[in-house]
């Protein structure tokens, strides 16, 4: 069974940080595509950022420069770190996992693990 469980969310002013974390188990932060996903009420899911077994990671581009994704094996937890925020990066964010193409990352939204998701609201 795979639990994906995010902290770290929160409401902070344009221009401020937040890190959020996802705690899993250790096969999951070492063997699968782990990824970041958002979305705002009446929008779509956006995949924002993605990391592969590897350590390699895709970065949404609306959102390059100013986030950061990362994982820490030893503590088998994800993380994104958000620097800069603006309003436009309100939304409920959710951390996924996904095995389908080994630890490779096909997509950066069709995962087949998620958490409960943690909200993000930046104010102007």
């Known amino acids: 069974q795979v639990q994906l469980v995010e902290s770290g969310g929160g409401s902070v002013q344009a221009g401020g940080s937040l890190r959020l974390s996802c705690a899993t188990s250790?096969?999951?932060?070492?063997?699968?595509?782990m990824g970041w996903i958002r979305q705002a009420p009446g929008k779509t899911r956006e995949g924002v950022a993605v990391?592969?077994?590897?350590?390699?990671?895709t970065i949404k581009d609306s959102v390059k420069g100013r986030f950061t994704i990362s994982k820490d094996s030893a503590k088998n937890t994800l993380y994104l770190q958000m620097d800069n925020l603006k309003p436009e990066d309100t939304a409920k964010y959710y951390c996924?996992?996904?095995?389908?193409?080994?630890?490779?990352?096909?997509?950066?939204?069709?995962?087949?693990?998620w958490g409960q998701g943690t909200q993000v609201t930046v104010s102007s």
């Open positions: 996924a996992a996904d095995s389908t193409y080994g630890g490779t990352c096909a997509t950066m939204t069709d995962f087949n693990y």
């Open positions: 250790g096969h999951i932060i070492r063997d699968y595509c």
């Open positions: 990391i592969n077994s590897f350590g390699g990671a």
